[in-house]
C-alpha cells in the first residue's frame, strides 16, 4: 500500500509539482494577510464596543434622577432603546426598567457596588451579551449591558469576504503556475521528445532552441551531444566502408591465386611450373602481410577512436629513438641524420611511437635506395616542439597535399606501393589526441617534409 503511495509522489509531474508549489505559497501569504486583517478589524471593533459602554455608562452614573410613583429612579432608565440597564446594590437585589430584561450579572459586580473595585467589563457568553458596571453613589453599582451580536455579524462577513477573497487568490495562483509551468517546461517537454526520437528511430537531428535561460542552453548541449554521437556514428560507418573497400583488393588478389593453385594440383589440369608456384607463393605471402598491416592499422584506429585517456610523463627523446630502432631494422637501404632537442610532456607513449614510427616508415617508402631520411625534434620556444621528418623522394603533388591525412587516402605513387592508407590517419589522431597538430609540406631536398607539433615543455636532465 505504501509502495503505491510512493508510485503516486513519483509520478506528479513536475508542472503539476509547479502549480501545487505557487498555490501554497499564494494560499500560505494570503492565510497570513487575512489573519491578520481579521484579527486587527476584530480587535479594533471590540475596543469600540468597551468605549462606547464606558461613555454610556458614565452618562447614565450622571444623569439626573426623576420621581415616578413611588420611588425616585435614575433618567437613564428613561432613554435605554438598545441596551439593558439596571441598578444593583449590595444585597444582589436589581433594579430595572419596567418591560424589559434585567442585564446579566456576575459576583464581580458586587465588588464594584461595595466600592471596592472601579470597574468590572465582561462578556456573558450564554445571552452575547457585554457588561459593564460602574460605581453608583453609595452601595449601588450601575450595569449596562449590550448585545454584541451586530459586531460579530459584522466580522462573519468580514471573515466570509476573506475567505472568499484567499480562494480567488489560490485560484489565480494555481492558473499563473499551471501557464508558468506550461511555457517554462515546454523546452523540457521538447527535449523529452527528442529523446525519445533518438531511442525509438535513432535520427540525430538537432531540436529547435528558442531563449536564451538555462533551459535553452540545456537543449543546446544536448543538440551538441546529439552532433557528436551522429560524428561518432558517421566515423564508425565511413570505417567500416572504407574497410571493406580495402580489405576486398587483396582478398580478391588472395582468392585467384589460391584458386590458380588448387586448380593446378587435379588431375586433369595442366601443371604449373616450380617458377609459376613460387611466384604465387610469394605473392599470398606479400597479400598476407598487407592484410596484417591492415588489420593491425584498422584495429589501431578503432582504438584510438574510443576516447582512451592516458596520461604518463613521456620522454618524447626516447620515444623517437625508439621509433627509429624499429625503422632502421626495417630499412637498411636508408640513411637517416638524427638530431634530438630534449621535451617531453603528458601522454600515451605507445601511441606517439606509433605516430613517430609510422612518419618514419612512410618516409622511406618513399625514398630511393641510398636515399636521406632526416628527422629532427625541435623546441619552438612557445610552448611546444615539433618532430620533423623529411625525405628526399618525389614530394607530394598539390592535388594531394590537403588529402594525405585522410583514411585510406592513397596519391596514385603510393597506390603502387605497400601499405593500408591508414598510417597517417593514425600520426593525425594521435596529435590531436595529444593537444598537437600534423601537417605536411614540401622539405628542402625536395622530399615531403612531415611535422607533428606537440605540446609540453623541455625535460631538465635528459639521459
Not at 268 to 283: F, G, M, R, V
Not at 289 to 307: H, M
Request: net charge negative; with cysteine; hydrophobic share 45%.
Amino acid at each position: 500500500m505504501i509502495g503505491a503511495a510512493n508510485g503516486r509522489l513519483q509520478r506528479v509531474s513536475l508542472r503539476a509539482r509547479v502549480t501545487l508549489l505557487a498555490a501554497f505559497c499564494v494560499a500560505g501569504a494570503v492565510a497570513v494577510v487575512s489573519l491578520g486583517a481579521y484579527m486587527t478589524v476584530s480587535q479594533n471593533l471590540h475596543d469600540q464596543m468597551d468605549s462606547n459602554l464606558r461613555q454610556r455608562a458614565q452618562a447614565a452614573v450622571n444623569a439626573p434622577k426623576v420621581n415616578n410613583d413611588v420611588t425616585e429612579i435614575p433618567g437613564a432608565f428613561l432613554a435605554a432603546g438598545d441596551i439593558r440597564i439596571g441598578v444593583l446594590d449590595v444585597s444582589g437585589q436589581i433594579l430595572y426598567p419596567k418591560g424589559t430584561i434585567a442585564p446579566p450579572t456576575q459576583p464581580a459586580d458586587l465588588d464594584v457596588a461595595r466600592g471596592s473595585r472601579l470597574e468590572n467589563i465582561w462578556t456573558d457568553l450564554r445571552t452575547d451579551f457585554r457588561v459593564i458596571a460602574v460605581p453608583y453613589g453609595d452601595g449601588q453599582a450601575m450595569l449596562i449591558a449590550q448585545s454584541t451580536k451586530p459586531l460579530n455579524v459584522t466580522l462573519g462577513k468580514l471573515s466570509v469576504v476573506l475567505f472568499v477573497i484567499s480562494g480567488m487568490g489560490v485560484l489565480v495562483a494555481a492558473v499563473a503556475g499551471t501557464a508558468v509551468a506550461r511555457t517554462g517546461l515546454r523546452p523540457v517537454q521538447r527535449l523529452t521528445e527528442a529523446t525519445e526520437r533518438v531511442a525509438m528511430t535513432g535520427d540525430l537531428r538537432p531540436i529547435p532552441v528558442s531563449g536564451d535561460d538555462e533551459l535553452a542552453l540545456l537543449s543546446q548541449r544536448f543538440n551538441a551531444m546529439l552532433g557528436a554521437v551522429a560524428e561518432s556514428q558517421e566515423r564508425q560507418r565511413r570505417l567500416v566502408a572504407d574497410a571493406g573497400h580495402e580489405l576486398r583488393t587483396p582478398l580478391t588478389s588472395m582468392r585467384t591465386n589460391l584458386e590458380l593453385l588448387l586448380a593446378s594440383e587435379r588431375p586433369d589440369a595442366p601443371t604449373l611450373s616450380d617458377e609459376d608456384k613460387a611466384e604465387i607463393n610469394a605473392d599470398v605471402r606479400a597479400q598476407l602481410d598487407e592484410l596484417t598491416t591492415l588489420i593491425g592499422d584498422l584495429v589501431e584506429l578503432a582504438r584510438e577512436d574510443a576516447p582512451q585517456v592516458v596520461h604518463e610523463p613521456v620522454d618524447l627523446v626516447e620515444v623517437v629513438e625508439r621509433a627509429l630502432d624499429r625503422a632502421k631494422r626495417r630499412a637498411s637501404d636508408v640513411q637517416f641524420v638524427v638530431e634530438l632537442q630534449p621535451w617531453s610532456l603528458l601522454g600515451d607513449s605507445s601511441a606517439l611511437e606509433r605516430a613517430v614510427l609510422n612518419l618514419l616508415d612512410n618516409a622511406v617508402k618513399f625514398s630511393s635506395t641510398g636515399g636521406v631520411v632526416r628527422l629532427s625534434l625541435k623546441q619552438l620556444g612557445d610552448g611546444s616542439a615539433v618532430v620533423e621528418v623529411a625525405d628526399s623522394g618525389p614530394g607530394i603533388a598539390d592535388a594531394d597535399l590537403p588529402h594525405v591525412f585522410e583514411r585510406f587516402y592513397r596519391s596514385s605513387e603510393a597506390r603502387t606501393l605497400p601499405g593500408s592508407g591508414l598510417g597517417l590517419a593514425i600520426v593525425k589522431q594521435v596529435a590531436e589526441r595529444h593537444g598537437g597538430l600534423a601537417y605536411v609540406g614540401r622539405a628542402p631536398e625536395g622530399g615531403a617534409l612531415f611535422t607533428l607539433r606537440l605540446p609540453g615543455r623541455p625535460t631538465l636532465h635528459h639521459h
